[in-house]
């Protein structure tokens, strides 16, 4: 047995998988294959979670079926409701309200408890209800902290267009909803990123899908993970508030052992892919909305970061902006991208049920051996 240690199992491989390959020396990301480019511009997350799911990109037909599955699956039960409402009430933190919720699901799912763990049909159709309704339940608990009632899903509109339409009361325009599907269509799969193995590892102890989504969400909230879209933003606007040079705050930033949100990777040396292309949109929303402010601010912190620092950007540095420009409310930045990589998690979720092992490292013991136990009177 080796005796290596890995920190962080940076570099260890510990599963085979068909979903996503990273180049990280490239900044090449492919979903089964499929360059991320091409399905950011033609796919919709609808085709992609099919992709994920299935192997294979969907026929008109089977898309069409599908997003209609996907499309009836998006009201919540009354019972999952009155949790929205009471973490609502309580203010709770989205991402922690997310995860209560998400796990709340399970008690209004038909198959939960009833169909083995591993049944791939069953866990297919769970799959979609978590999917179709984590946004539901995302959009019900904004609404209500801030006063308003839920929205109800409209089943003629499509995820992506369904999600802003419940979030803001309108049905958002075409650039919006295009925008918002590109998100999530490039937030969907990353390998074995450490929320999808945390999805995995609760997975392999044959615990069921519900665990392993509400393992994933909270291992996503982290500031080192998913976390850091939302503080990119909170960093942006305190440059602004600052009045100071972008890059001045930045450099006194790092100073001070500050780690800059929205840069470095584990697994990319370049600039992620993902971020090229938000990077454009962010431009994209600024230029329409004659307010580029946000958009220099970041090129002139990242052009400092890969010559001062040789640290790119990852994903999070421009979906902030992104979403800001949206009008989507910083925290729940990070909730909106579970809402994507969901489709992700139960894909690899899949995978490992398919040729399940346990999944169980172990610690260097570095503690003391052999002591002696005193009772208690005697300390
Ligand atoms: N700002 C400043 N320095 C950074 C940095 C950042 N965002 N990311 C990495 N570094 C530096 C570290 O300080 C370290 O330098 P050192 O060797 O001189 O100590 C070096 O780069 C390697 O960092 P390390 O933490 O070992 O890399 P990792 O692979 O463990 O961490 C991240 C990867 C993503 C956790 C890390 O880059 C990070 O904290 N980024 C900010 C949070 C973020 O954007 N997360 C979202 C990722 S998609």
């Known amino acids: 047995?080796?005796?290596?240690?890995?920190?962080?199992?940076?570099?260890?491989?510990?599963?085979?998988?068909?979903?996503?390959?990273?180049?990280?020396?490239?900044?090449?990301?492919?979903?089964?294959?499929?360059?991320?480019?091409?399905?950011?511009?033609?796919?919709?997350?609808?085709?992609?979670?099919?992709?994920?799911?299935?192997?294979?990109?969907?026929?008109?037909?089977?898309?069409?079926?599908?997003?209609?599955?996907?499309?009836?699956?998006r009201s919540l039960a009354p019972g999952t409701m009155d949790v929205v409402r009471e973490l609502a009430d309580q203010e709770e933190e989205p991402m922690a309200a997310l995860r209560t919720i998400t796990s709340a699901l399970s008690a209004a799912d038909e198959d939960a408890g009833e169909a083995e763990v591993t049944d791939l049909e069953a866990n297919v159709r769970?799959?979609?209800?978590?999917?179709?309704?984590?946004?539901?339940?995302?959009?019900?608990?904004?609404?209500?902290?801030?006063g308003d009632e839920p929205v109800e899903p409209d089943p003629e509109l499509d995820h992506a267009e369904n999600f802003l339409y419940m979030l803001n009361g309108e049905v958002p325009d075409a650039v919006l909803s295009e925008t918002f599907d590109m998100a999530l269509?490039?937030?969907?799969?990353?390998?074995?990123?450490?929320?999808?193995?945390?999805?995995?590892?609760?997975?392999?102890?044959?615990?069921?899908?519900?665990?392993?989504?509400?393992?994933a969400i909270g291992t996503l909230s982290g500031s080192l993970h998913g976390g850091a879209n939302?503080?990119?933003?909170?960093?942006?606007?305190?440059?602004?508030?600052?009045?100071?040079?972008?890059?001045?705050?930045?450099?006194?930033?790092?100073?001070?052992?500050?780690?800059?949100?929205?840069?470095?990777?584990?697994?990319?040396?370049?600039?992620?892919?993902?971020?090229?292309?938000?990077?454009?949109?962010?431009?994209?929303?600024?230029?329409?909305?004659?307010?580029?402010?946000?958009?220099?601010?970041?090129?002139?912190?990242?052009?400092?970061?890969?010559e001062e620092k040789g640290i790119p950007p990852n994903v999070d540095f421009y979906s902030a902006t992104t979403y800001y420009q949206m009008g989507i409310p910083i925290d729940l930045?990070?909730?909106?991208?579970?809402?994507?990589?969901?489709?992700?998690?139960?894909?690899?979720v899949l995978e490992q049920y398919e040729d399940n092992r346990l999944i169980r490292p172990r610690a260097r013991y570095v503690g003391e051996l052999e002591r002696s136990y005193p009772p208690v009177a005697e300390r």
């Open 1 to 73: 047995m080796s005796e290596e240690l890995r920190p962080g199992l940076e570099g260890v491989l510990v599963a085979e998988s068909e979903l996503s390959y990273i180049d990280g020396e490239a900044g090449k990301l492919v979903y089964r294959g499929y360059a991320i480019e091409d399905l950011a511009r033609e796919a919709s997350y609808e085709e992609v979670l099919y992709l994920l799911w299935h192997g294979e990109l969907p026929t008109p037909a089977q898309l069409d079926r599908f997003s209609e599955e996907m499309a009836t699956q």
């Open 126 to 146: 769970k799959g979609k209800r978590i999917t179709a309704k984590m946004p539901t339940a995302l959009a019900a608990f904004k609404r209500l902290r801030d």
């Open 185 to 215: 269509v490039l937030h969907a799969d990353h390998g074995l990123n450490a929320s999808t193995f945390s999805a995995m590892v609760t997975a392999s102890t044959l615990a069921d899908i519900h665990a392993a989504v509400t393992s």
């Open 230 to 306: 939302a503080n990119v933003m909170r960093m942006l606007q305190e440059v602004d508030d600052s009045e100071m040079d972008s890059v001045d705050w930045v450099v006194n930033a790092l100073d001070r052992g500050e780690r800059i949100a929205g840069f470095g990777h584990r697994v990319y040396d370049v600039k992620d892919p993902r971020a090229k292309i938000l990077g454009e949109k962010s431009e994209e929303l600024g230029e329409a909305a004659g307010d580029t402010r946000w958009y220099e601010m970041s090129v002139a912190i990242e052009d400092f970061m890969a």
């Open 333 to 348: 930045f990070t909730p909106i991208f579970a809402i994507s990589r969901v489709g992700g998690w139960i894909a690899h």
